[in-house]
């Protein structure tokens, strides 16, 4: 026994003395980041304000929908606003400020993203609808809401975008990476999103920060929405580096596109395994035929194109 306790106190003293070499990974700041637990309550019971009749708070044993909700508004509220105020720090613009200053801010803030619920619920109504319409194998509505991960995933991305937007710094990211565990689909909380998203199956879907996803959009599993290049590490932050999607346009399955200045015009359909790093105009379909490249604005009259490498262009069009 004494033998294993002078162990312990032998890596004590090493680890101690590890600890103290100025890194990152040394630094201690109990008291200074958001509580995960927190964040991830807070979206639970963001889900049930979002969608009253679905899911439900055991501990609470109110008889009407207004006592449950403002129970709920107050829990919500009161627990933001706190991590909110230990994120804020992060934000440039109050690194410096009391945290008087912070406090206020981070009220101001918070009230401010739950007044935008009303704006989220219309748009998770649409992407209810669009799972809906899109696939067969939805027997009703209600299942879509309690079982389909591609929703729960554009839901928390539609609550993260909104803080994100509003500066709130590392919570939006806790919750879409909360999603991303539970469902294998990762979506930047940067991402914007229009109405009548869906995304089917969705594992393996990957979309950056500054993808723009038009309206009518329809994404399978394995998609990437990414980058064309990040070796240019934080000298890219804030550029648009991800692609944009216009209108009524359909990815299939391990397609990649990539590059912020390529752009996919309104009802385009991109075939599975694509690679895609150059825009593809309006009406297109796109896919993996051969190694050459070819166009096919006109289905009956394919026309081959060597003009074009395949470095320089990486997307195929049968």
Not at 48 to 67: A, D, L, S, W
Not at 210 to 217: A, P, S
Request: proline letters at 4%; aromatic letters at 10%.
């Amino acid at each position: 026994m004494a033998d294993i306790e002078s162990k312990i106190n032998r890596l004590t003293e090493k680890l101690m003395d590890d600890y103290g070499k100025g890194r990152v990974i040394d630094e201690i700041k109990m008291f200074e980041y958001p509580e995960k637990d927190v964040v991830i309550d807070i979206l639970e019971k963001l889900r049930i304000i979002i969608y009253p009749g679905y899911y439900r708070n055991r501990n609470y044993r109110t008889y009407t929908v207004r006592n449950n909700i403002s129970i709920l508004l107050e829990d919500v509220i009161y627990n933001l606003i706190k991590q909110t105020s230990i994120v804020l720090k992060y934000a440039p613009e109050y690194s410096e400020a009391d945290d008087k200053t912070i406090a206020a801010a981070s009220e101001e803030i918070i009230f401010r993203f739950l007044d935008t619920i009303p704006k989220i619920r219309e748009y998770i109504e649409t992407d209810i609808q669009a799972a809906y319409d899109g696939d067969p194998a939805a027997y009703n509505k209600d299942e879509i809401i309690c079982t389909y991960p591609g929703l729960f995933a554009i839901f928390t991305s539609r609550v993260a975008h909104e803080l994100f937007l509003l500066g709130v710094p590392m919570i939006p990211r806790i919750m879409t990476e909360h999603a991303h565990s539970l469902t294998g689909i990762d979506i930047h909380p940067g991402t914007t999103i229009g109405k009548y998203f869906f995304i089917d199956h969705g594992t393996g879907i990957v979309i950056g920060e500054t993808t723009e996803i038009g309206n009518n959009v329809k994404i399978y599993q394995g998609v990437t929405l990414g980058a064309l290049s990040t070796r240019g590490g934080q000298n890219l932050r804030g550029k648009k580096r991800h692609p944009t999607i216009c209108d009524n346009v359909t990815i299939y399955s391990g397609a990649s596109i990539l590059g912020g200045e390529t752009v996919v015009g309104k009802n385009v359909v991109v075939g599975g395994n694509a690679f895609i790093t150059t825009s593809i105009p309006e009406g297109a379909k796109v896919s993996v035929k051969s190694q050459e490249l070819m166009y096919n604005y006109d289905s009956k009259h394919p026309v081959e194109r060597k003009d074009v490498e395949l470095d320089d262009a990486w997307f195929y069009v049968i």
